[in-house]
């Protein structure tokens, strides 16, 4: 079982800044594939970004949607059971609730790979 607990969000301005941890409980965040997706009112939730595992002799891969690629950026910190979500240059688009979620099937960029959700995190950007 994992807990995922997420925490960073708020209101922010086009153009600025923002980063959100995602803090897992449980001794095996290293052997999971970790995740963020984002919901925006009145749309379904979508792939944002996901770090592979790393685990054992495999490196971390990152994955990421189109529309954030190159301002938005995933890491993740096993000795500290956190993965990030550093996001730059926001844009109104960006708004939604932003999910952390921990799996481990092949499907890394879709909601069926992942078995743990957290409960969000609200990201609202202004124009």
């Known amino acids: 079982q994992v807990q995922l607990v997420e925490s960073g969000g708020g209101l922010v301005q086009a153009g600025d800044s923002l980063r959100l941890s995602c803090a897992a409980s449980?001794?095996?965040?290293?052997?999971?594939?970790m995740g963020w997706f984002r919901q925006a009112p009145g749309k379904e939730r979508e792939f944002v970004a996901a770090?592979?595992?790393?685990?054992?002799?495999?490196?971390?891969?990152?994955y990421y949607q189109d529309s954030v690629k190159g301002r938005f950026t995933i890491s993740r910190d096993n000795a500290k059971n956190t993965v990030y979500l550093q996001m730059s240059s926001l844009k109104p688009e960006d708004t939604a609730v932003y999910y952390c979620?921990?799996?481990?099937?092949?499907?890394?960029?879709?909601?069926?790979?992942?078995?743990?959700w957290g409960q969000g995190t609200q990201v609202t950007v202004s124009s």
């Open positions: 770090a592979s595992t790393g685990y054992l002799w495999s490196s971390t891969r990152t």
């Open positions: 979620a921990a799996g481990r099937a092949s499907s890394i960029t879709r909601e069926t790979g992942y078995e743990y």
């Open positions: 449980g001794r095996t965040f290293s052997s999971y594939d």
